[in-house]
């Protein structure tokens, strides 16, 4: 009996999930963008069957067609196949990017916050310093100085990003310090360690989490960015910023060469920050 009231329970809140996804076709659109690019960086051979690197020089610069969906480079390169095996390049540096400034910011935000005092203060005007600088143009110094190579740009994508994630986790933690049930751990000789450990952390991180969602998406378009300009992994390994920096000289004649994989990386980017949006919403209920 006990088995037989608790797979409806269980059951329900699915169904209510799918209900709610049915009602937002834009959403789940975006789900299945992320999910088809992450099977791209994956498993690309499953998704095309040309070489990124192999190229038909009496097929340069194919217009879109069946047999060619994105058309073919100056090289005879098929397009699509460059865009699908690049999505492993860029999202590799994408989530190594986000990785770092979370991890990084998060640890900074916490130590300003919990401990306080004069560190608090020092910590956030290093913070603000880094605010004031725009993040791409923070990014380009530091890969800069690194070298150019796709981990220098996601190195230097997640130092930009380092800021932003200290701000908002130590606002976090400062509400989370003032909670009643911080004061009473105290008050139960709790020792600093033990709260930070087991009440300010777990209540904190939400709201980083949730940025994390949102930075995705910059993360990815700060990556190609870099790659346009020149700082990221150099041809012919296929990127999304660098396919799209290929085809820039031959937009007036042959438009399909940067515009198709702009359009491939501007989705993505979209549906990425459709789906970091879905989640604070839910996130702030």
Do not use: C
């Amino acid at each position: 009996m006990t088995v037989q009231l608790a797979a409806p329970a269980l059951a329900n809140p699915l169904v209510k999930r799918l209900g709610e996804l049915t009602r937002q076709p834009i959403l789940v659109g975006a789900w299945i963008v992320v999910l088809v690019v992450i099977g791209w960086a994956v498993a690309p051979g499953l998704f095309t069957s040309y070489s990124p690197y192999d190229g038909d020089t009496g097929a340069s610069f194919a217009p879109p067609s069946a047999e060619h969906w994105f058309g073919t480079d100056r090289l005879g390169r098929d397009l699509f196949a460059r865009s699908v095996y690049g999505a492993h390049t860029t999202l590799t540096a994408t989530l190594l990017a986000v990785l770092i400034a979370f991890g990084v910011g998060t640890l900074i935000g916490l130590l300003a916050g919990f401990v306080g005092g004069i560190i608090d203060t020092a910590v956030m005007r290093v913070v603000d310093v880094f605010l004031a600088i725009p993040s791409l143009l923070l990014a380009m110094v530091v890969v800069s100085v690194l070298g150019y190579s796709t981990q220098n740009i996601a190195l230097a994508v997640g130092i930009s990003s380092i800021a932003s994630f200290a701000r908002v986790m130590r606002a976090q933690v400062l509400a989370v310090v003032t909670q009643d049930y911080v004061k009473a751990a105290y008050g139960l000789g709790v020792g600093r360690l033990g709260v930070m450990v087991r009440h300010v952390i777990p209540n904190s991180l939400s709201s980083v989490i949730a940025l994390a969602a949102l930075e995705v998406g910059t993360a990815v378009l700060a990556v190609a960015s870099l790659g346009f300009l020149g700082y990221g992994a150099p041809p012919p390994q296929p990127e999304w910023g660098l396919l799209v920096a290929e085809g820039r000289d031959y937009v007036a004649v042959h438009p399909w060469a940067s515009i198709l994989p702009g359009v491939a990386l501007a989705i993505v980017v979209i549906a990425t920050h459709r789906i970091s949006t879905s989640y604070r919403k839910e996130h702030r209920r």
